[in-house]
């Protein structure tokens, strides 16, 4: 076997993400009611170990702690969310709170001092309840709220942010609250899905316009959860099918949030099926002009589908799945703990895909990692978790991103999810991705050995790899 070291870019960004409903805790700056402190008090059986996010990894309380974390972990960077609900806590308008400027300019302050760049995401799934109640996305009233909010934060914490995102994942909320049953309010609804999309993609495109007034030196974008669609065959039947997949799943965000358009096979699909959305043409006006400047990538997975086998109920919600069914690939690696497969290369075709068809964009993977539950398991006599499958994981997909950058990709960064395990949504504490290790009851952090090996990593910007294989 060869063994090479691969060398990133001058001034790559190493780091990781999480977010503000995921880690900061409720802490006593004031905070309005979230969807998910609503849907816990609704239904807290939903959640695993009935663990809400009241304190997660109370970072409120310990980000200076948290910051001399993240320098012996190798960042130069991170990313984390602003939240709408604590910035603006009476119901996510009205006066803005002075006790969350404060706490998230300490924080960034914090950040910069020890020379880690401040990624800052403006929407991370936390919508205010009472903004929820006015319609959430599907309300343009919520929209110009998310729009107060995003200037606010601009104003506010614009001399101190490296770049800005206005959603991760945006896609997610549109999956889990009107399509798949895991976000709330959980309703079954593609029509009503399709409104709060093409709402979000409209907010995101008036975020944009009000940031270009501020003349900061910073860029801003959004941060997109893809993943390469792959057909079980090249049979026309298959192909087709993951065509479609790959329209709703994929080029339904990405396109109008980097190219200010839409597909317009989705449209006519969409139209046929009478799922299309209210709009009028200064939204798509807005929406062509105000586009992303850099892109997150978030990659854990492909998507492998085929055609389907059998016909739809047509008293059946419409929903994606009228026109694919998912594939299950034989001799497929997976993530047992998540029950997602594990193929490297996708990360490698994801930024092809960026290169070739959207200009090549400036842009970074924004979150990548592996989820293992009992980590305990693995801990060695001084309590540090030995979690060697997580180094190689991380090893296998920043070798195809080498190969990916190496191949004219424009690619700046490496984001891992996440920094400190963090309450993750309705599965609570069940997996964990950090590069540091929570004690929950104790808030005690240790550093895993793969904490180590990022430091390592940063330090001499690359690693030593097997390159046989790499393909």
């Not at 805790?25 to 239904?43: D, H, L, P, S």
């Not at 602003?82 to 009476?90: C, H, L």
């Not at 798949?180 to 907010?203: C, M, V, W």
């Not at 998507?303 to 299950?328: G, M, Q, T």
Request: proline content about 4%; aromatic content about 16%; glycine content about 6%.
């Amino acid at each position: 076997m060869t063994t090479q070291k691969l060398s990133f870019p001058e001034n790559f960004w190493w780091g990781s993400a999480w977010s503000a409903e995921q880690a900061e805790g409720r802490g006593e700056t004031g905070k309005a009611e979230t969807v998910w402190e609503r849907w816990y008090a609704e239904q807290p059986y939903r959640f695993y170990n009935r663990i809400d996010s009241s304190i997660t990894t109370d970072h409120i309380h310990r980000y200076k702690e948290d910051v001399k974390l993240m320098k012996e972990t190798g960042h130069n960077s991170f990313r984390v969310s602003i939240s709408w609900a604590r910035m603006f806590p009476e119901d996510g308008v009205g006066a803005v709170n002075p006790k969350a400027i404060a706490f998230y300019r300490d924080l960034f302050t914090e950040m910069n001092k020890a020379g880690i760049k401040v990624f800052a995401n403006l929407y991370h799934f936390d919508m205010p309840a009472k903004l929820q109640d006015k319609g959430g996305w599907e309300s343009r009233e919520v929209v110009n709220a998310y729009v107060h909010f995003a200037d606010t934060c601009f104003k506010e914490f614009g001399d101190l942010v490296f770049h800005w995102f206005t959603f991760n994942e945006p896609l997610g909320p549109i999956l889990g609250s009107y399509l798949e049953d895991f976000h709330y309010p959980n309703l079954i609804d593609f029509k009503r899905g399709a409104q709060a999309a093409f709402f979000t993609i409209l907010a995101h495109a008036k975020a944009i316009e009000a940031f270009k007034t501020h003349g900061l030196e910073s860029k801003i974008g959004v941060i997109l959860n893809l993943s390469p669609t792959f057909p079980r065959s090249q049979n026309p039947a298959d192909v087709k099918a993951a065509e479609i997949a790959d329209l709703f799943y994929t080029r339904s965000f990405l396109d109008p949030m980097v190219k200010g358009t839409f597909p317009s096979v989705l449209i006519d699909l969409l139209k046929t099926y009478d799922q299309l959305p209210d709009y009028c043409e200064e939204d798509l006006q807005t929406i062509h002009e105000h586009t992303a400047q850099i892109l997150g990538l978030n990659y854990y997975e492909p998507r492998r589908v085929k055609a389907r086998s059998c016909a739809v109920n047509p008293d059946s919600p419409f929903l994606p799945e009228w026109f694919f069914e998912n594939h299950i690939m034989p001799g497929r690696r997976m993530n047992e703990y998540r029950g997602w497969e594990i193929y490297e290369r996708g990360i490698y075709d994801l930024c092809m895909d960026i290169k070739e068809n959207y200009g090549n964009i400036e842009a970074f993977i924004s979150e990548n990692g592996m989820g293992v539950a009992n980590e305990e398991r693995f801990m060695d006599e001084t309590g540090q978790v030995i979690d060697d499958y997580r180094i190689e994981y991380i090893k296998d997909h920043l070798a195809y991103l080498w190969k990916a950058i190496e191949e004219g990709c424009n690619i700046k960064g490496y984001h891992l999810w996440t920094f400190i395990d963090c309450w993750s949504w309705i599965n609570s504490y069940k997996n964990r991705y950090g590069l540091v290790s929570l004690d929950l009851p104790t808030q005690r952090r240790t550093i895993k050995k793969s904490g180590e090996f990022y430091k390592k990593l940063s330090d001499e910007n690359g690693f030593e790899y097997e390159v046989d294989w790499l393909v």
